[in-house]
């Protein structure tokens, strides 16, 4: 009974992500067209909203083509293994306080254990496909998932150390405080932990600018060179699905999660809760209205579902922006950039964040807040200059290296 359980929650959770998937890659294309002064998809059923199903029974239809020197068995494999990871992913993050599928003390850590198993399927996929490019594709991938995951967990560690916790829906409920929206870790405490965690997201995802692993002007397409039909929109799909944990991670970690913007502001005698259905006494006054209690809890969930889903897509939209404005990095730029300046940077901040969290514990009303903020801004004026000092000598020592070669180049020529 346990088993049947457990399949029918994961197919509906596959089947939430599929539909999810379905939304972005229609809105990325519109998004992408807007960015680029195009039309977009505009045939294919009222304002081209049918373009994604017709891609996808296309791709259903075609020829699953294996060449004699492929190994069949893991070539087979590694697209399941790239995708059916992702799932379970839907199932550990709170959309509401009520809605999760497992909430578990550790599900910060097991959700970042479960997503880099994907990384070894585009290995096996690059291996297996015997091809150059697929096998180049595998170990750009393979390099780029131990340069950038580093920071992104490091990133990820200094929220669960202030928080407490590496419960997610815990992580979420220590956001609301006194400042409502400015005090939610990606703007208050640890806006350097969101900028490591926005970049090395998107190099976990394979997104422009750290698409290396695909590169169509250089490896035609990577990995899935040799790929067609389901076999490749089953990574098709996982790209999306992986795009979309990513962004209700960052929400999660950095954006309140499921929070309204006012959650915890205390107006007068009045503190907002975590609804404005809530707060505003709107749930109570339909649940008297219709004389059905359970109208008010729906209320308040449905609108829990309506932050997180609106931050999210906010943020996805943000990766879509990132693609159709920024070029490529060249292979050695993308791990200098890791090793030289994004690691170093994330183990000081979680060195800060671990004082901080010692000196100036979360407050639990305005005017504690305002004391702690009076006592420690020498530590935050420390903070910002090291932040200052660091990014703009990386900047100024990549400049310098930079017009070096390029003399050196003008001189050979």
Known sequence: MLLVWAFLVYGAIATLAQAAVIFMVLMERKALAWLTQRKGPNRVGPAGLLQTLADGVKLLFKEDIMTPGQNKVLFTLAPALFLFPV??????????????????????????????????????????????????????????????????????????LFAGTMNLRGIVEAQQGPLGAIGWFGLYLTPVSF??????????????????????????????????????????????????????????????????PLAGVQWGDMTFGPTLAQSVGLA????????????????????????????????????MWIRGTLPRLKPDQLMGFSWKFLIPLALINVFVVALQRFWAPPASSLAAWGAQAAANWPMALAWLLTLIVGIGGFYVASARAFSRRLNARIARS
């Open 87 to 160: 799932f379970p992913l839907f199932a550990l993050i709170p959309f509401t306080d009520y809605l999760w599928g497992v909430s578990l003390p550790t599900g910060a850590l097991l959700l970042f254990a479960i997503s880099s198993i994907t990384t070894v399927a585009v290995v096996l996929a690059g291996w297996a496909s015997d091809n150059k490019y697929s096998l180049l594709g595998g170990v750009r991938s393979a390099a780029q998932a131990i340069s950038y995951e580093i920071p992104l967990i490091m990133a990820a560690l200094a929220v669960c």
């Open 195 to 260: 900028l490591i965690f926005l970049i090395a997201s998107l190099a976990e995802v394979n997104r422009i600018p750290f698409d290396l692993p695909e590169a169509e002007s250089e490896l035609v397409s990577g990995y899935n060179t040799e790929y067609s039909g389901m076999k490749f929109a089953m990574y098709f799909l996982a790209e999306y699905a992986a795009l979309f944990v990513m962004s209700a991670l960052a929400v999660v970690f950095f954006a309140g999660g499921y929070l309204s």
């Open 284 to 319: 109570q006054w339909v649940a008297e209205a219709t004389r059905m209690p359970s109208l008010g809890g729906l209320l308040i969930q449905l609108e829990m579902a309506f932050w997180f889903i609106l931050k999210t897509y906010g943020f996805i939209f943000f990766a």
